[in-house]
């Protein structure tokens, strides 16, 4: 079945640590995107590629950085310059020919230890 | 100014019943599309329904329903027929510039707590 996978679901990060979040997709979508949702909002956009080795930043990127080494492929580092990193972190996926949706990932919740 | 507004933190609606939450944006582009997601306690986010701008019939699928007045700027939901499953979180997305083959973001709203009462 084609869709997209993030890992882990559950992540904890220590103080001056950094982590990286896992976005795998295999629907063959070129634009790959990262939003943060905290409690009770809408999701807010980190950072997108709309193909591989490109990237824009998103309405809230500082102390977030990506890559985009492979079309499957959008991991999402949140670095020790991210103070409050606590969220839920969903990926996102979308085929920009025609009028399609986004596809979303199960999502990987972050809280600090 | 807020792109997208949804008016409604929560809804109750009684098992069986037809709901309506409520969405409404603002764009000066004549081209953008407005989606509807749920978002389950499970927390994916589960695409319901699209609406063009240039569609001349409102959007149907299944039990979703999506009642687009664009004179207005509203694109609110309708759930008939609602389940229990139905309670999650439902979110309004808008993305302008629909059909200029270019990139544009997708806007969201603060979403609408459905609660489905047996």
């Known amino acids: 079945d084609g869709g997209i996978t993030q890992s882990p679901k559950y992540l904890f990060r220590k103080e001056g640590q950094n982590v990286t979040l896992s976005c795998e997709q295999n629907l063959n979508h070129d634009a790959m995107y990262w939003y943060r949702q905290d409690p009770g909002q809408g999701l807010r956009l980190i950072y997108y590629?709309?193909?591989?080795?490109?990237?824009q930043k998103g309405d809230i990127a500082e102390g977030y950085s990506v890559s985009r080494e492979k079309k499957e492929s959008f991991p999402l580092t949140v670095t020790s310059a991210q103070k409050n990193p606590t969220a839920f972190y969903l990926c996102?996926?979308?085929?920009?020919?025609?009028?399609?949706?986004?596809?979303f990932g199960d999502g990987t919740r972050l809280s600090i230890l | 100014a807020q792109k997208i507004t949804q008016t409604q933190p929560g809804m109750f609606v009684q098992e069986k019943e037809a709901v309506t939450l409520d969405c409404t944006y603002d764009?000066?582009?004549?081209?953008?599309?407005l989606f509807w997601y749920k978002q389950p306690s499970s927390g994916e986010m589960i695409f319901l329904i699209y609406q063009g701008s240039y569609d001349q019939q409102n959007a149907t699928e299944g039990r979703y329903s999506l009642n687009f007045q664009k004179a207005r700027k509203s694109a609110n939901l309708v759930i008939s027929a609602s389940q229990l499953g139905d309670s999650a979180m439902y979110f309004c997305?808008?993305?302008?510039?629909?059909?200029?083959?270019?990139?544009?973001?997708?806007?969201f709203g603060a979403g609408t707590r459905l609660a489905v009462h047996p």
């Open positions: 590629s709309q193909i591989v080795n490109d990237f």
């Open positions: 997305a808008m993305r302008e510039g629909e059909f200029s083959g270019g990139y544009n973001k997708l806007i």
């Open positions: 996102a996926s979308e085929d920009r020919s025609g009028s399609q949706p986004q596809h």
């Open positions: 764009t000066s582009d004549p081209s953008y599309g």
